[in-house]
C-alpha cells in the first residue's frame, strides 16, 4: 500500500512571493489534514477535509492561506504572499474515514521563507 | 491554548536503559492518545496508542501508561537501542472533533550506543 504522497519536498521562496504544495493521500483514505510544524515543535492542524467538504479550518490563516480537494482525493495548499514566519514543515495526513484515529502521514514539505 | 505538555525537551539514553516521556492534557474530553515517532526529514509514524479505559498497553518494547485521574499519559521505551534515537510526540484526540490530533512538543531522545 502506497503512503501518503507529499510534493515537492523542499522549497525556498521570497517573502511575499506565493507557494502552492500538494498532497495525494491513501488510496481510499477520505479524511484528509494539512499540519503546520515550525521547527523544533509539534504539528498543529490547519484545516481537514472529510472528502471534498471542509471539517475544520479554525486553526488555518485565511487571509493569506488556502486548501483545497476538489475531488475528494488529492489536496492543495496554497500561501498568499508569504511571510517569514510561514517558514515550516507542510505535513500531509489522511485516514480511512471521519472519527478513524489513526492518521498515516507523508514526508512533509519543507518551507524556508527568505 | 496549549493542551498537550511534553516533557523532557530532550532526552540522552545509554544503550540497553529505560526512555521515559511524560504528557498531561487538560481537555477531559479527550478518547484517544497516541505517541508518534519522527525521524529527521520524514512525516510522524503512529507508534502506540491508548484509549482512557485502559491503564497501560504494551507492544513490545513499548508501553504506555495511563492515569485518568491525573490527566497524564507517558511513553516507557525498554531495552532503549540507537535506532530508537529520534523525535518522539504525545497527542490527544477526541472523536467529537473529527479526530483531530493535539500535539506536545516534542522530545528528542538520543540512545548513546
Known amino acids: 500500500e502506497a503512503g501518503v504522497a507529499q510534493s515537492p519536498r523542499y522549497k525556498i521562496i521570497e517573502k511575499r512571493q506565493s507557494v502552492a504544495f500538494w498532497c495525494n493521500p491513501i488510496s481510499g483514505h477520505a479524511t484528509l489534514y494539512w499540519y503546520q510544524q515550525i521547527l523544533g515543535q509539534g504539528p498543529k492542524l490547519l484545516i481537514q477535509f472529510q472528502?471534498?467538504?471542509?471539517?475544520?479550518?479554525?486553526?488555518?490563516?485565511?487571509?493569506?492561506?488556502?486548501?483545497?480537494?476538489?475531488?475528494?482525493?488529492?489536496?492543495?495548499?496554497?500561501?498568499?504572499?508569504?511571510?517569514?514566519?510561514?517558514?515550516?514543515?507542510?505535513?500531509?495526513?489522511?485516514?480511512?474515514?471521519l472519527g478513524s484515529y489513526e492518521q498515516y502521514f507523508g514526508p512533509g514539505t519543507r518551507l524556508t521563507v527568505t | 491554548q496549549q493542551q498537550v505538555k511534553q516533557?523532557?525537551?530532550?532526552?540522552i539514553v545509554q544503550k540497553g536503559?529505560?526512555?521515559?516521556?511524560n504528557c498531561a492534557y487538560e481537555n477531559t474530553a479527550f478518547d484517544y492518545f497516541p505517541w508518534y515517532q519522527q525521524f529527521p526529514g520524514k512525516g510522524p509514524a503512529l507508534l502506540i496508542a491508548i484509549r482512557p479505559d485502559v491503564s497501560?498497553?504494551?507492544?513490545?518494547?513499548?508501553?504506555?501508561?495511563f492515569n485518568k485521574s491525573a490527566k497524564q499519559f507517558s511513553l516507557?521505551?525498554?531495552?532503549?537501542?540507537?535506532?530508537?534515537?529520534a523525535t518522539y510526540f504525545c497527542a490527544a484526540s477526541k472523536e467529537?472533533?473529527?479526530?483531530?490530533?493535539?500535539?506536545?512538543?516534542?522530545?528528542q531522545l538520543t540512545v548513546n550506543p
Open chain 2, 56 to 65: 497501560e498497553k504494551k507492544e513490545g518494547r513499548f508501553t504506555i501508561s
Open chain 1, 51 to 97: 472528502n471534498n467538504g471542509v471539517v475544520d479550518d479554525s486553526q488555518l490563516p485565511k487571509d493569506r492561506f488556502s486548501a483545497e480537494r476538489l475531488k475528494g482525493v488529492d489536496s492543495t495548499l496554497k500561501i498568499q504572499p508569504a511571510k517569514l514566519e510561514d517558514s515550516a514543515v507542510y505535513l500531509c495526513a489522511s485516514s480511512q474515514r
Open chain 2, 96 to 107: 467529537t472533533s473529527g479526530s483531530r490530533l493535539t500535539f506536545g512538543e516534542g522530545t
Open chain 2, 76 to 85: 516507557h521505551i525498554m531495552d532503549s537501542q540507537p535506532g530508537d534515537s
Open chain 2, 17 to 21: 536503559g529505560i526512555s521515559i516521556i
Open chain 2, 7 to 11: 516533557s523532557p525537551q530532550s532526552l
